[in-house]
């Protein structure tokens, strides 16, 4: 019997190629639902392949044209259509992909469905870890880890015990080896160009910070409920020892593969079972040579001890860390600020905010609207100094 899958973000990176990884075992999956935001013309040819019985878009307006071409398809749109995309009746389980706070409340009412999560939305953990964990261990819901690094450190525990440390590798970014004067002058092409990895735009340049390495160790903390003081931050340039495990007694299991997305997204889809998928490369002992590893740069990547602090402190520290950071981000890309501007308004944001401990869903939501609009305003205070 196939596995039935709903994937919230089909045209973006992730999405994608879970429909490559699906397509390759569609003995094993059957795609009910996609979901899309503004890239239409490819969600028409993912529903062409695929024929989803639901389909999720951003605008009503794209509805009408979908319905045109797609009369038997249900259409349904905007944040209501993601949460009736989640929780439909028909699915197994729900591959979040898109970014964003968007990814929050459709994983929360699947959970409450008790459908299994496949995650690879970065706030759902960061802004609501403790909510979302504590329901899945409620509703007996599995959290599958579709990030590399936390899957890495998934399969390395594989129900163990005695674990000591989390270790998270990090390849360092397109600025690992930049000095103080090159950070100044860096500018977005040079961001987003990742040495490694081929991924969304705001993604990359949160690789560059090293902000989505300390995005990463808060939602390590909560998929393993690991103390900050156990996960550590190891920079690894080539990109093949995707996360370990350091156990009491001293021994370290690493996993380790080529830097590739899909084979992440498959184990999610397929666990606990293993299976052959779409890639073939094997990883070469021989061919990679050497793997260095080197401790990160605190004062050259600053938001990665910012993430840090933000995950220790906890209550909405988070959601203000996540939000400002994510605002400023969005800022750079459209040329409004530098580069070191990221981190600049990150920190004076979340220097003074004051944080709700224990906070609701509504909370959560309601700070991270205020601190956008917070830093807005202070975006626009740079681009008029500029």
């Known amino acids: 019997m196939r596995k039935k899958i709903a994937i919230l973000g089909s045209t973006g990176s992730i999405g994608t190629q879970a429909l490559e990884v699906t ?7 059957e795609i009910i639902a996609l979901s899309a935001g503004n890239n239409i013309h490819l969600l028409k040819e993912q529903i062409r392949k695929f024929s989803p019985k639901y389909v999720s ?21 905007g944040n209501e259509g993601l949460i009736e995309l989640a929780t439909l009746n028909e699915i197994d389980t729900l591959l ?48 599958l880890p579709v990030d590399s690094e936390h899957s890495a450190i998934f399969q390395c525990i594989n129900g163990g ?18 000095n103080k004067e090159e950070l100044q002058n860096a500018n977005l092409d040079k961001a987003l160009a990742h040495p490694r990895w081929n991924m969304g735009k705001k993604i990359t340049v949160d690789s560059a910070t090293l902000m989505n390495k ?30 370990a495990v350091e156990f009491v007694d001293g021994s370290i299991i690493a996993q380790i593969g080529i830097p590739s997305m899909h084979i992440p997204i498959q184990y999610a889809l ?30 050259k990547f600053p938001s990665l001890s910012l ?18 950071n994510e605002e400023a981000v969005f800022a750079f890309l459209d040329k409004k600020i530098k580069y070191l501007d990221i981190y600049k308004i990150t920190k004076s944001i979340f220097d003074d905010y004051k944080s709700i401990d224990n906070p609701t869903l509504d909370q959560i939501l309601e700070e991270d609207e205020k601190v956008r609009e917070l ?12």
């Open 375 to 386: 830093t807005k305003k202070i975006i626009k205070k740079y681009e008029e100094n500029q």
């Open 96 to 143: 979040v992909a898109v970014s964003g706070k968007i990814g929050l409340k459709p994983t929360i009412e699947a959970i409450k469905k008790k459908k299994n999560i496949a995650l690879a939305n970065k706030e759902t953990l960061v802004m609501a870890g403790d909510i979302v964990m504590k329901l899945a261990r409620e509703n007996n819901v599995q959290i």
């Open 161 to 178: 015990k005695n674990v000591k440390k989390l270790i998270i590798t990090a390849s360092g970014g397109p600025f690992r080896t930049s």
């Open 23 to 29: 397509e390759k075992l569609s003995e094993k999956f």
């Open 270 to 299: 397929t666990y606990p079972d293993r299976v052959e998928g779409i890639e073939t490369e094997s990883f070469d002992f021989i061919k990679a040579a050497k793997l260095e590893f080197y401790e990160p740069d605190y004062e």
């Open 214 to 243: 300390g995005l990463e160790v808060i939602e390590a903390h909560h998929l393993f409920n690991f103390d900050y003081e156990d996960i550590k931050v190891v920079i690894h340039p080539q990109s093949y020892v995707h996360s």
């Open 57 to 77: 878009v951003k605008n009503e307006t794209d509805t009408i044209e979908l319905k045109k071409e797609f009369p038997n398809i249900n259409i349904l749109y």
């Open 307 to 324: 993430a840090f602090k933000a995950g220790k402190l906890g209550g909405t520290y988070p959601v203000c860390m996540n939000a400002a």
